[in-house]
Each structure stands twice: as C-alpha cells, then as structure tokens.
C-alpha cells in the first residue's frame, strides 16, 4: 500500500519550454503532497508544500512564477516548470503521507528527470 | 531550530560486514518520528526504518536497527551483513509536529565485493 506515482521519469526539452510533472497517491487520499529538488549529490531540498485545494506553501527562495503548483484533486498534485532554463534541470521527486502523524513515513515517487538544453 | 547532521559523506564496507551510519538530530519538540531513507543510483527513496520520540525499544527491521539514544539525540542505522545492493545514498530524516519533514545531507555508502 500507499504508493506515489510519479510521471514522467525523464524529460529533455528545449530552453523557454513550460513542463508538467504529475505525482499522484495511487492508494491513498493525499490532502497534502511535497515537492523536493535534488541536485547531484546533494540532499533534498523542499521546494513547496501542496495543499489540495488551496494554494500552495513555498518555501523561501522558492519563485512562484516559475513553479506552479496545483492540487485539485486528493490524489494528484502537478509541478509546472515555466519557461524552463538550462539552471532548472535537475532531480525533482514528490512525496505524500498516509497521515499527518509522527510516526509516517514520506511515500515518495520515482522522481523526475528534468533536462533542459 | 531543527535540524538533522549526517557528518559521513562516504562509507566504505566489506560486504558481510555490518556498517553504522551516524545520525544526529536537534528539536526541542517532546514527539517526534526519526526515520531513514535509502536512495539507489535510480533515484527512488525507499523507507527503512522508524523511531519514535517515545519507543522504549530500538527499531528493527530485518537487516536494518536503529540505535537510538535519545539523550545524545542519536539515531544512527546499522546495516548487518552488508550486501552489495545496500551501495546506496542514505538519509536519515526527522518529523515533528509541523508538516515537513527534515532531511540529512546524506552518506553515500559503498560495499566492497
């Protein structure tokens, strides 16, 4: 149980490109779904909490404009990279919890493979 | 503030061989959830292991342990009999009363044949 899909694993497009990745709960009602970006190497660095219904929650540093985020439904969030440049390719993995408590674990997706040329 | 220190960029072990991986963590929330996280070169996070704030008893999960020791806010994962598919990023993570859930910078361990 409680599996995130993510898709798709792996984009390449051109620079001024607009790219949406879609994460859903395939198992499980997410009212809240996370977006992380990981560079090489590197641990991963929230981007944005995604609150369905609502508007999502950035984190400082984070441009709006430039990562939206929508919720609609319980069980999928989407990620749009506006006007893509070659500074946003990099590892973007969304992750859902069953449940709000302590003891829950993050279910994270496969993650995504962003290339910008 | 909270935060989580993985201070091993890189562990090298033997395979059979067990291995610790250090964790130390900071809150000044009485409940909270420490957890681990293996990621493979694919890039997928894979959940380990869970320790709670409150759990008297060290988690254990087939060749996974956590040692926690709440006093020195250490929760570090030993991996017994080491394999070669354990080579792996892995975090150790921490979540309170907020939504988020924090992260270690990561070890990257490496087993040798």
């Known amino acids: 149980g409680a599996v995130v899909s993510q898709h798709p694993s792996w984009v390449i497009c051109k620079s001024g490109t607009s790219v949406k990745i879609e994460c859903r709960s395939l198992?499980?009602?997410?009212?809240?779904m996370f977006w992380y970006r990981q560079f090489p190497k590197q641990s991963l660095m929230l981007m944005a909490t995604?609150?369905?219904?609502?508007?999502?929650?950035?984190e400082q540093g984070v441009e709006k404009d430039k990562f939206l985020i929508n919720h609609a439904s319980l069980t999928l969030s989407t990620l749009t990279v506006t006007s893509a440049h070659p500074e946003d390719s990099s590892f973007y993995i969304c992750s859902a919890r069953v449940t709000q408590g302590n003891n829950q674990p993050q279910h994270f997706g496969d993650g995504t493979r962003l290339s910008i040329l | 503030a909270q935060k989580i220190t993985q201070t091993q960029p890189g562990m090298f072990v033997q395979e059979k061989e067990a291995v610790t991986l250090d964790c130390t963590y900071d809150t000044s929330d009485p409940s909270y959830g420490l957890f681990w996280y293996k990621q493979p070169s694919s890039g997928e996070m894979i959940f380990l292991i869970y320790?709670?704030?409150?759990?008297?008893q060290n988690a254990t999960e087939g060749r996974y342990s956590l040692n926690f020791q709440k006093a020195r806010k250490s929760a570090n994962l030993v991996i017994s009999a080491s394999q070669l598919g354990d080579s792996a990023m892995y975090f150790c993570?921490?979540?309170?009363?907020?939504?988020?859930?924090?992260f270690g910078a990561g070890t990257r361990l490496f087993v040798k044949a």
């Open positions: 320790q709670g704030s409150y759990d008297q």
């Open positions: 993570a921490m979540h309170t009363g907020g939504f988020k859930t924090i």
């Open positions: 995604s609150n369905e219904g609502s508007k999502a929650t950035y």
């Open positions: 198992d499980f009602q997410a009212t809240t």
